[in-house]
């Protein structure tokens, strides 16, 4: 449940010859999950995800409780790596995906047994404001999450902009590397788009619905397109996005696909000619990799980090500005054509499997070296 991040690491690191296993404990919440509350199985036990062996637990979340929740959760992986160290020995090192609170975990289980730990950040600004109100913060949790980060032997951010944003909440004293995500770029590979005669130019979206993905700025500025007469659609996709709510904001030109796997994703970005997100804020959107990896250019605003702003396939325009946003739309359509392949080889050499992998390697490497010296 939402580790799809740490999976496609493993699998990265695993296809380069490396033993990889993952600890799970998925903590569960009685008044949000009771069926799987309820049915989950109780006791630890493995089982193979893509190739990868998964040490899995669930853990029933006591509402309201949260630093009982916590105190919990961290015990249990405590007590899991035992597990695994008595069946497999010692790891040569720990990879912890995000400090809340898997860094935290391995802080503790690198002091008790002596080996080192890195923690790749996904959590933004905007979801720690949420969790310990806006900085400075008093909440509890901070001391504890930036110790973690000060006594890692990396934090490897999947952005540059992640270590200045959430520095208002843990500071800047740690060592840190970027390395960005993964994205499938064999199964998102480049694909020749149908020919614009006689259609009309389309636009998507992939982004659950709802208000940080900007969606009322995305629409207000494709009716001015429409208004001027320019012939375009727009496709939206994502949780919600079949809502009610969503579709009484729909207009004539736009249609919505609701909540679509993989290979829907797919299968609407290959249809499409290109992908507009007008986030109000993001860590590193896969979808914008995802979409220009299949060969299309994308639009998106100013809180998409610098190593996706790849030159003529990523149009950036401010936030929460309607004109400026039907302007880049309008300027794409009349770009007759577009060089789709170079665009896709870019992103296969930032953030393919091979690529991400073989740079987690060389940073695991020199800190195992280190450590034995």
Not at 60 to 81: A, F
Not at 241 to 255: F, N, V
Not at 321 to 327: E, P, V, Y
Request: hydrophobic letters at 35%.
């Amino acid at each position: 449940m939402g580790g799809d991040f740490c999976l496609d690491q493993a699998k990265a690191l695993s296809a380069l010859g490396h033993e990889v296993r993952i600890l799970s404990n998925v903590q569960l919440g009685v008044t949000v999950t009771l069926k799987d509350y309820v049915s989950l199985p109780w006791y630890c036990y493995e089982h193979e995800m893509a190739g990868v062996t998964v040490y899995q637990s669930y853990q029933r979340g006591v509402p309201r409780c949260i630093r009982h929740n916590v105190n919990h959760w961290v015990s249990i992986v405590c007590s899991m790596y035992e597990d695994y160290v008595n069946k497999y020995g010692t790891p040569d090192i720990l990879h912890a995906h995000c400090a809340k609170w898997a860094g935290y975990a391995a802080m503790k289980i690198s002091k008790e047994n002596h080996i080192p730990y890195v923690i790749t950040e996904h959590l933004s600004k905007t979801i720690l404001e949420e969790e310990f109100g806006k900085a400075p913060s008093d909440a509890w949790q901070i001391p504890l999450l930036k110790s973690a980060y000060e006594k890692a032997d990396k934090v490897i951010p999947v952005s540059e902009e992640l270590v200045d944003s959430i520095a208002c909440y843990f500071g800047k004293k740690y060592q840190w590397q970027y390395v960005s995500n993964i994205i499938d770029t064999d199964f998102f590979h480049y694909y020749q788009r149908q020919s614009m005669s006689g259609r009309p130019y389309r636009f998507c979206c992939l982004a659950n619905y709802w208000s940080l993905k900007g969606y009322d700025i995305l629409f207000a500025a494709f009716r001015i397109l429409r208004e001027e007469g320019i012939n375009v659609e727009l496709h939206i996709a994502g949780r919600g996005t079949d809502s009610m709510e969503c579709r009484h904001q729909l207009s004539e030109g736009m249609s919505t696909h609701g909540l679509i796997d993989k290979q829907g994703v797919r299968d609407l970005l290959y249809q499409s000619d290109t992908l507009v997100l007008a986030s109000r804020s993001e860590v590193q959107p896969l979808v914008l990799m995802e979409a220009m990896s299949t060969g299309i250019p994308v639009i998106s605003t100013e809180c998409v980090p610098q190593n996706l702003r790849i030159d003529k396939g990523c149009v950036i325009v401010p936030i929460d500005d309607i004109q400026s946003l039907a302007k880049a739309m309008k300027e794409r359509v009349q770009v007759p054509t577009f060089d789709g392949k170079e665009l896709s080889n870019k992103i296969r050499l930032q953030a393919s499997p091979e690529v991400v992998g073989k740079k987690l390697e060389t940073i695991f490497s020199e800190i195992i070296s280190l450590k034995k010296q």
